[in-house]
């Protein structure tokens, strides 16, 4: 298993451009979330979703749009890039319902990360 | 969810146990701890979790209190690949369970 893969690793923009961050996971896992980590600080939820079709607002989602079409796939999409989303971004993939009651859901893998810096 | 608290750094020898604590005072009957660790500019790695019992796997052992307000992670023979930040995280069960809230963590440095 590749596990949790993210594309690019890095990339830079400028002010007001677009684009979208690429996550895939090859363990069938339902939950997925996105998190962006910056200088010195922990990780801060931006989105999540808890199965294909499903998604839902994390603590910073201002900026960004995500969809889930299928199991595997979770892009998350910057709308119109600004400097405060200089960060490094992280996804993450969990397994799904049957180990929700017992804390499965927070047995978190994460990719590699995408450092994103805007101009 | 129940705030945890974490001393910000510590030091560690190379070969001895590294024993990290965690303050969860406000800790509910049907919520987990969890570790999880960062390795500079990786992705966090997840480490153990527990309820109430004492866990261990192959990275580390989990010690709860009797009480659960408190925990420590131990690291038996710490080497310096250890060196990361460790971020002590408190969820209930369910799907929010996956929304991870992280603070500060401690910064382990292991020396040689």
């Known amino acids: 298993n590749a596990g949790v893969t993210q594309t690019p690793k890095f990339q830079v923009l400028k002010t007001g451009q677009s684009m979208t961050l690429q996550c895939a996971q090859d363990?069938?896992?339902?939950?997925m979330s996105w998190y962006r980590q910056d200088p010195g600080m922990g990780l801060r939820l931006i989105h999540y979703?808890?199965?294909?079709?499903?998604?839902d607002q994390g603590e910073v989602p201002n900026g960004y749009n995500v969809s889930r079409s299928t199991t595997e796939d979770f892009p998350l999409r910057l709308l119109s890039a600004a400097p405060s989303q200089t960060s490094v971004y992280f996804c993450?993939?969990?397994?799904?319902?049957?180990?929700?009651?017992?804390?499965?859901?927070?047995?978190?893998?994460f990719g590699p990360g995408t450092r994103l810096t805007v101009l | 969810d129940a705030k945890t608290t974490q001393p910000p750094s510590m030091d560690c020898a190379e070969g001895r146990a590294a024993n990290l604590p965690c303050n969860h005072s406000?800790?509910?009957?049907?919520?987990?701890v969890y570790w999880y660790r960062q390795i500079h500019s990786q992705g966090p790695q997840y480490i153990i979790h527990?309820?109430?019992n004492n866990e261990t796997n192959e990275m580390a052992s989990l010690i709860i209190t009797e009480d659960r307000k408190s925990s420590t992670l131990i690291l038996p023979h710490a080497t310096l690949r250890d060196t990361a930040v460790y971020y002590c995280?408190?969820?209930?069960?369910?799907?929010?369970?996956?929304?991870?809230?992280f603070g500060q963590g401690t910064t382990l440095q292991v020396k040689p």
């Open positions: 979703s808890v199965g294909a079709g499903i998604t």
């Open positions: 363990m069938n896992h339902e939950y």
């Open positions: 527990g309820l109430k």
């Open positions: 995280i408190v969820r209930g069960t369910g799907s929010n369970t996956g929304k991870l809230i």
């Open positions: 406000t800790i509910s009957g049907n919520e987990y």
């Open positions: 993450a993939s969990s397994k799904g319902r049957q180990g929700w009651s017992s804390g499965g859901a927070a047995e978190q893998f």
